[in-house]
């Protein structure tokens, strides 16, 4: 029995053995996979309308609360779970949404030009924009570790630079400030893909993986050279407690 388990764990994957269209696939354990046909239809009624519509379906963003969806004319559609659109964040432009990121009420949406703006999902209103982090687009975006009454993001732009943007909030209330730290510059060649837990993020360049933590400061924390004689970019996603796994080219490392 030990042997065949070896033997089957050495077999290729055929991902055409057993395959099923969407409308045959069936829940099996915790996991349900349906269709949202309510957002659907009206994202295909926006279709039919081009130059008065949001715009094509950009980036996607979801949690306990809702569904944001990115849009090519740089708005994002703000589903609830009940396939509701509840708000329409931004103003209509060329400036298309690359990727979105929400936390609780709050949305943040980077653009195609380097703009990264925070949004208050409830209220429907911007909590600041950030225009002197990247100067091409940000293609990945997510939530960090945050205090009492601010909140962080990581993000990573085409070129590969890094940075960490922290918002903090006024007393009483007030209006968010922000402060931009540069995690890695566009000399080291990162590669525009991030994963990002509580108190740590993960990305790759094109000779190593790197693991940055946020707390008590930001450093370097693990730096993991790339396999020999693999040519390929790295995927790389870290977990909050703190599993790391990589993949390169056909190396799979934990």
Known sequence: PLETK????????DLSRGA???SEQKPSGALKVEQ??????????????????????AALGASSKFVALGTSRGLALVFDHFQEVRRVLGTASTDSVKCVALEDDVAC????????????????????????AFSVSVEKVEFCCRGASDRAVACIDASGVVNRIVFRQRVLGGSYLHEV????????????????????????STTASFVVAFSPSV??????PRPSQVEDNAVVAISDDGILI?????????
């Open 6 to 13: 070896r033997r089957n764990r050495s077999k290729p994957i």
């Open 20 to 22: 099923t269209t969407s």
């Open 36 to 57: 949202l046909k309510t957002a659907s239809r009206q994202l295909a009624a926006n279709a039919r309308r081009p130059e008065l519509g949001p715009g094509a379906p």
């Open 109 to 132: 949406l980077g653009h195609a030009s380097g703009v990264l703006v925070l949004w208050d999902v409830v209220k429907g209103s911007q909590l600041r924009r950030v225009d002197d």
């Open 181 to 204: 730290e540069c995690l890695l510059d566009a000399k080291s060649n990162v590669t525009p893909w991030l994963s990002v837990s509580s108190t740590y993020a993960a990305f790759s």
């Open 219 to 224: 450093r370097v924390a693990v730096t993991w």
């Open 246 to 254: 990589r993949a390169w080219g056909n190396d799979l490392d934990a």
